[in-house]
T-cell receptor
């Protein structure tokens, strides 16, 4: 079974500041990990994914995440927040082809960007 | 045109009514999923289908049923709606092939209110 924990249901940063959204996973098989973003009144959009290649993954809109097996973490970062980054962010895990192919989502982190 | 469409986008109904939510996709994907989103709980899997003849329960299937009418269509039914089924419902698709394995593509969502 797989699960993810997102620390902090709400995160607030100033425009131009570093964004750090935390995600820790639990998986009995090598995991595939994803970050999705949900803008108001929209569906989820894939930001980036880790599929056992490079541990530092770059995504859209300047976001990146680093897979750290020793810490069971996949935190999402962006060096400089923009007002348009305000949204809800979800971390998700699946066990890959041998692990059921179903995504398990975290409870989400609402990012607020202030002037 | 959107790759994954959901109808209706908004629905208000009364307790005890039968409701069907529909999902169509033009991505040619084999796999389709239904999730519900509740504030603070993230997305939870209701049902999923890996092809037209394959239907599987997710973690919260009680009170719901599904039909995979064709590769491109996957509908979710609430046989007798109750207020705690008030939520945002998402359809998603994925395919089996190559580097995109397990990545899911989401529709815009259906907001359902049960009075």
């Amino acid at each position: 079974a797989q699960s993810v924990t997102q620390l902090g249901s709400h995160v607030s940063v100033s425009e131009g500041a570093l964004v750090l959204l935390r995600c820790n996973y639990s998986s009995s098989v090598p995991p595939y990990l994803f970050w999705y973003v949900q803008y108001p009144n929209q569906g989820l959009q894939l930001l980036l994914k880790y599929t056992s290649a490079a541990t530092l993954v770059k995504g859209i809109n300047g976001f990146e995440a680093e897979f750290k097996k020793s810490e069971t973490s996949f935190h999402l970062t962006k060096p400089s927040a923009h007002m348009s980054d305000a949204a809800e962010y979800f971390c998700a895990v699946t066990g890959g082809e041998g692990g059921g192919n179903k995504l398990t989502f975290g409870t989400g982190t609402q990012l607020k960007v202030e002037l | 045109d959107a790759d994954v469409t959901q109808t209706p986008r908004n629905r208000i109904t009364k307790t005890g009514k039968r409701i069907m939510l529909e999902c169509s996709q033009t991505k040619g994907h084999d796999r389709m999923y239904w999730y519900r989103q509740d504030p603070g709980l993230g997305l939870r899997l209701i049902y999923y289908s890996f092809d037209v003849k394959d239907i599987n329960k997710g973690e919260i299937s009680d009170g719901y049923s599904v039909s995979r009418q064709a590769q491109a269509k996957f509908s979710l039914s609430l046989e007798s709606a109750i207020p705690n089924q008030t939520a945002l419902y998402f359809c998603a698709t994925s395919d089996l092939k190559g580097a995109r394995v397990n990545e899911q593509f989401f529709g815009p969502g259906t907001r359902l209110t049960v009075l």
